[in-house]
């Protein structure tokens, strides 16, 4: 795929990006490049090729969702600086 400067700016605009003359004609080349790539990847055959949601093996790694013992309110918010019926207080944001 061909890409001319007036595209590169075009998109430059489109992100809110200001680009000098040279970064245009660096970019232009770079991005054709890319453009170039995937031009090549669509040429494969993938017929054949099962789609993936991940290239590696993947398995629920999570343990088990078992109840346990835990703090009590008191000993939560026994650790806090200030608390104030039954919450920590903390300062107004607004």
């Given at each position: 795929?061909?890409?001319?400067?007036?595209d590169?700016?075009?998109?430059?605009?489109l992100?809110?990006?200001?680009?000098?003359?040279?970064?245009?004609?660096?970019?232009?080349?770079?991005?054709?490049?890319?453009?170039?790539y995937?031009?090549?990847?669509?040429?494969?055959?993938?017929?054949?090729?099962?789609?993936?949601?991940?290239?590696?093996?993947?398995?629920?790694?999570?343990?088990?969702?078992?109840?346990?013992?835990s703090l009590?309110?008191?000993?939560?918010?026994?650790?806090?600086?200030?608390?104030?019926?039954?919450?920590?207080?903390?300062?107004?944001?607004?």
């Amino acid at each position: 795929m061909a890409l001319s400067e007036k595209d590169v700016q075009y998109v430059a605009k489109l992100a809110r990006l200001e680009v000098t003359e040279q970064e245009v004609a660096k970019y232009t080349q770079q991005l054709g490049n890319i453009l170039g790539y995937i031009e090549e990847m669509g040429k494969l055959d993938t017929a054949n090729v099962e789609p993936l949601t991940h290239p590696l093996d993947m398995k629920n790694v999570f343990r088990e969702d078992v109840v346990k013992p835990s703090l009590t309110q008191a000993e939560v918010l026994s650790n806090g600086p200030e608390v104030q019926s039954g919450h920590f207080k903390v300062p107004k944001i607004m």
